[in-house]
């Protein structure tokens, strides 16, 4: 390998169109008859991915290690190897027919790196690492995010393996199944990640941008409430008479939209579980349930969004002389990726050249857990009219090359000192 300067570093490209075929070539697997994918995690499908990858980097000169969840981290060697790797990657599993993008675009951009790298004979100080995080999804597997999770030490190893599919499936049984079960679990050191993602959202297409520099993510807050009223016969009980639970129902969804709206524009509400007791058709409901949740990137509007709320809700409850509770089950902080790392994306594509703002991100992504034990930090590119997890999910060449690029910038930078 030659001796490369920073110099010529800063015009090493990846091969956009051979990223393309491997994204084509990976989304035969597991192919819906819509143009999507289905591979839902430690599936039959997801193993043919998998082999595929394994080969893909193996061919690249990579070592490769599977670790306990299954997830496998392909290792370019460095210069010094004794030093911490920088690493990059996302998931290859997908929603039930889901798009060919989501998650499988960081996993093969960051092949394409090393592809490059490889390519033009450089050799970077700090070895260089692509992960394909087991079950990010959670769409076979709950929670989410599970394995990255494991890696982070936001869960315990066994409870990871113990979680079951709808079948009474356990992950661990399946990753023995598919011959992914690893020995351990060896986290260690990160100089730095970059998971590299669609947007999943409308907002970098709808202002003709190419790249998201990606500052954190949202903050969660989830409830559940419920009304508590009368049930009464549809015909006898006069309008004046009814204690009608389901409308509270319908002033705690405007609740939560005016909430959210006030809180703009970077505020989001849910109210998207309902449930009606006795759920006739000529029954005033007595009871009322239904789950809400609150995103937000900072604490503190997340705090204010909290106390409106149940502020709202007893005054509805006054209001329509319902009993109410609402409980806050599940809290999850907002995210702020690493300045540093942020500040590398930023003036990576900033060189590239591509249109680009800062934005936050609105779904869950590995990154968030890797973000609690590595300096983080992620790259977004567009989506067409923000579609995903959908079998509609698709972006442009030109974007996925854009991406790319500013991937392989960005490791250069953090793999080089
Ligand atoms: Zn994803």
């Given amino acids: 390998m030659s001796a490369i300067t920073g110099q010529d570093n800063d015009a090493l490209r990846v091969n956009g169109g ?88 960081g996993v093969l951009a960051g092949l394409e790196v090393i592809r490059s790298l490889n390519d033009a004979g450089v050799q970077t100080l700090r070895p260089v690492e692509v992960v394909n995080w087991t079950n990010e999804e959670g769409a076979r597997f709950a929670p989410a995010m599970v394995a990255s999770g494991v890696f982070s030490g936001v869960f315990a190893l066994e409870y990871g393996l113990s979680r079951t599919d709808g079948s009474g499936l356990t992950i661990r049984q399946e990753l023995e199944r598919i011959g992914y079960a690893g020995a351990d679990i060896a986290s260690y050191p990160i100089h730095a990640f970059y998971e590299l993602h669609i947007e999943q959202g409308p907002i970098l297409e709808a202002e003709n941008l190419t790249i998201g520099v990606v500052s954190g993510g949202q903050g969660q807050r989830w409830y559940e409430g419920d009304f508590s009223g009368q049930a009464a016969h549809a015909g006898t009980t006069p309008m004046n008479r009814r204690r009608d639970a389901a409308r509270g129902l319908a002033a705690v969804i405007e609740l939560a939209h005016d909430i959210a709206v006030a809180h703009g524009p970077l505020a989001c509400a849910t109210v998207g579980s309902l449930q009606v007791t006795p759920n006739s058709r000529n029954v005033v409901p007595g009871r009322a349930g239904y789950t809400l949740e609150f995103r937000h990137p900072d604490e503190d509007i997340l705090a204010a969004m909290h106390a409106a709320l149940k502020e709202g809700v007893t005054g509805i409850a006054a209001r329509l002389n319902l009993g109410s509770s609402l409980k806050q089950i599940f809290s999850y902080p907002p995210v702020v990726f690493d300045s540093r790392c942020v500040g590398i994306v930023r ?39 923000g579609i995903s997890h959908n079998e509609r999910e698709d972006i442009s060449e030109q974007w996925s090359t854009a991406g790319g690029n500013v991937l392989l910038q960005s490791l250069l930078h953090s793999a080089s000192s």
């Fill in 18 to 105: 051979r990223l393309w075929d491997s994204l084509m070539q990976m989304a035969r697997i597991g192919a819906t008859k819509n143009g999507g994918v289905t591979r839902l995690a430690l599936s039959d499908e997801d193993k043919q991915a998998r082999d595929l990858f394994v080969q893909w980097v193996q061919e690249a000169g990579c070592s490769v290690r599977v670790d306990a969840m299954g997830n496998i981290f392909a290792r370019r060697p460095g210069r010094d190897n004794a030093l911490a790797p920088v690493a990059t990657g996302s998931h290859g599993d997908s929603q039930p027919q889901g798009g060919r993008f989501d998650g499988i675009y």
């Fill in 347 to 385: 003036a990576a594509t900033a060189k590239l050249a591509y249109p680009f703002r800062d934005i936050v991100s609105g779904a869950g992504h590995d990154a968030c857990y890797i973000n609690r034990i590595a300096p983080t930090a992620m790259i977004f590119i567009p989506c067409v009219d």
